[in-house]
C-alpha cells in the first residue's frame, strides 16, 4: 500500500527499547489503595483475601508472559523480572509496562468475587507501572532485598500500630507517637510484653510477602493408543515434564532461596 503523506507523524514516536542484557523489572502499584482498603473494610493491617487475589493477579500474568522468571509481592504492590535475554514485545518498555499493568488489572476485576464472596466491588482499581533495568545479578538482588525489607519494616510497624488502637484503644495519632523513633527489636518487644505475640508466629504470607517462580514438575497422564498392526486400542501412562508457577512466601534476601534454585538467575 502507497505510503500517505500522513505516514510521517511515525517519526514522532519516541524509541523506548530497553538496554541489551539487562534485567527488566516491571513494577506495578495499586493507585490510592489507601483509600481503597478503607472503602472495602480490608482487614488491617493485612486483608488476607486481597493479598490472595493479588497472588492470583500475579500466578495469571505469569502464565501470560512465560519470559518472567520471578515474581515478588506484597501490599499493593507486584515485581515482575523477566529474563535478562527476552525478545517479548522487542523489549519496548510502554508495551511492555502496559500489557503488564492491563493485564493485571483486568485480572483484579475478573477474580474479585472469586476472593470477596457477597462483597461488593465498590469502584474500578487502577494500578501504577515502571520499568526498572539491573544491569547485574547482584543489582536484581538487591531491588527484591530491598522490596522484601520494605515488606518486613510495614508488617511489623503496621501489626504494632493496629494491636495499639484495635486492643489498646489508642487513638490513630496515640499509636503514632507511641512508635515514633522506635527500633525493630523495640516493636518485637511491645507485641510480646503488651499483646503476648511472638512477630514470628505470624503468617510468613504477612511478613515475608510473595515469591512466584517456574518449577518444573512432572505429571502422569493416560493416553489411548491405537496400535499400528492392529485395531486394538490400548491405554498407556506417560510421564511427561509441565512449567507450573509455584507461590512462596520464603525469605529472599539471604543466599539460600538462590542456592536452592540457581536457574532464576542463571542462564536463562
Ligand atoms: P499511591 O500508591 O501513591 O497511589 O498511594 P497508596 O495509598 O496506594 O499508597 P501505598 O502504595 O504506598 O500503600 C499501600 C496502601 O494500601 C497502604 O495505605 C495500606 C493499604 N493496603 C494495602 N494492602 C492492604 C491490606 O491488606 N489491608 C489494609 N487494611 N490496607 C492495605
Ligand atoms: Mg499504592
Ligand atoms: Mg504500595
Known sequence: MANSKYEYVKQFESQDKCLPNCWI?????????????DEHNF???????????????????MTE?????????????????FRRNTTQFSRRASKLMTNIVSQFASCFVFNWSKFFRGKELKYPPAFDCRVVLYPTNQNLRDYLSWRQADCHINNLYNTCFW??????NCTTKEAEERLRGTFS????????????INYNDIPPLFRKGSVLFWQKVEEKIV???????????????????????????????GDEFWKLHPEILGDS
Open 25 to 37: 523489572v516491571v513494577r506495578i502499584d495499586g493507585r490510592n489503595f489507601h483509600k481503597f482498603s
Open 163 to 168: 494491636m495499639l488502637v484495635q486492643r489498646d
Open 43 to 61: 482487614e488491617k493491617p493485612n486483608d488476607e483475601g486481597c493479598l490472595r487475589l493479588m497472588n492470583s493477579c500475579a500466578e495469571y500474568v
Open 185 to 196: 527489636s523495640d516493636k518485637n518487644e511491645l507485641l510480646f510484653s503488651k499483646f503476648d
Open 65 to 81: 508472559f512465560r519470559d518472567i522468571i520471578i515474581a515478588y509481592g506484597d501490599s499493593d504492590e507486584y515485581s515482575f523480572v
Open 223 to 253: 493416553k489411548q493408543c491405537r496400535s499400528k498392526e492392529s485395531d486394538v486400542v490400548e491405554t498407556r501412562e506417560i510421564t511427561r515434564q509441565r512449567n507450573i508457577v509455584i507461590t512462596q512466601h520464603v525469605d529472599i534476601i
